[in-house]
């Protein structure tokens, strides 16, 4: 829904399509519904790249669903996903969250990233999906929605966690430097709000040549959403 090249808006929460194999052109990526018949509930993906006219997966299809990538074989539905070059190599990564249980005090956030394959001319042909859940990435609150983007101007998109409870907006970050994901101690990585967040969105709202991006913040919306099992799950939406 936003993007710095397609600046077209429309208020959205996530940016789950990109350039996830750098070739230019933006994929979707979409996660099974729970609702499916399928042992690997909510939290295998579809990942679908528009190419040569036609919708093709992105990656190597497996199982009978044919999804490219499988983050748990526990039912551990994802909530909500954000697209970003998160280390500045061109390719976007995804970072996913699951669906909190109401008991919970906090997230484990998942990344997956395309691995091209060895044919620079086709970077879809024999790529294949690295998943991981970095320890960094371990937030001791349950994260309600994120959003991400090159807040900074550096080159390499950070994102921005909106908490379910709270009013502060973390932004996190990964440092190339040492492989590692880090909630910002800096002034960038506290966004302190008077009042709780519905959603956030970011763009380069003042249309700054640097391509240093904003956030938007919506206060009200609905504050939980039920999962389809009708389980005691808690939402990726947060209102007053
Ligand atoms: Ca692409
Ligand atoms: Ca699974
Ligand atoms: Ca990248
Ligand atoms: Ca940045």
């Known amino acids: 829904m936003l993007r710095r090249s397609h600046p077209e808006g429309g208020g959205g929460v996530r940016r789950d399509w990109r350039l996830l194999d750098g070739d230019g052109r933006d994929e979707i990526a979409v996660a099974a ?6 042992p690997s509930l909510g939290n295998d993906f579809w990942v679908m790249d528009f190419r040569g ?10 199982g009978a669903k044919q999804t490219v990538f499988d ?5 551990l539905p994802a909530a909500f996903a954000v697209a970003g070059d998160f280390d500045g190599d061109g390719r976007d990564e995804l970072v996913i969250a699951p669906f909190i249980p109401t008991a919970a005090t906090e997230s484990q956030l998942w990344l ?7 044919d620079q001319a086709d970077p879809a042909k024999g790529g294949t999906w690295k998943t991981s859940a970095p ?7 349950v994260a309600a929605g994120a959003v991400a983007g090159d807040f900074d101007g550096d080159g390499r998109d950070e994102i921005a966690i909106i908490p379910l409870t709270g009013d502060t907006i973390q932004i996190a970050d990964y440092l190339p430097e040492t492989d590692e994901w880090q909630i ?3 002034a960038l990585g506290r966004l ?6 519905a959603f ?4 380069n709202f003042d249309g700054s040549a640097k391509g240093r991006q904003g956030l938007a913040i919506v206060h009200g919306a609905q504050r939980t959403q039920r999962s389809v099992t009708g389980n005691s799950i808690r939402s990726s939406y947060l209102g007053t």
């Not at 006219?53 to 497996?62: A, D, F």
């Not at 997956?112 to 060895?118: D, I, L, S």
């Not at 320890?135 to 609150?141: D, E, P, V």
């Open 135 to 141: 320890a960094r990435l371990k937030l001791s609150y």
């Open 53 to 62: 006219g036609i919708w093709q997966p992105l990656g190597t299809p497996k």
């Open 184 to 186: 910002l101690p800096n």
């Open 192 to 197: 302190q709000l008077p009042a709780s967040a």
């Open 33 to 38: 519904s729970q609702a499916l018949v399928d």
């Open 112 to 118: 997956a990233e395309f691995v091209p394959g060895t």
């Open 200 to 203: 956030v969105a970011a763009g």
């Open 71 to 75: 983050l748990d074989v526990q039912p």
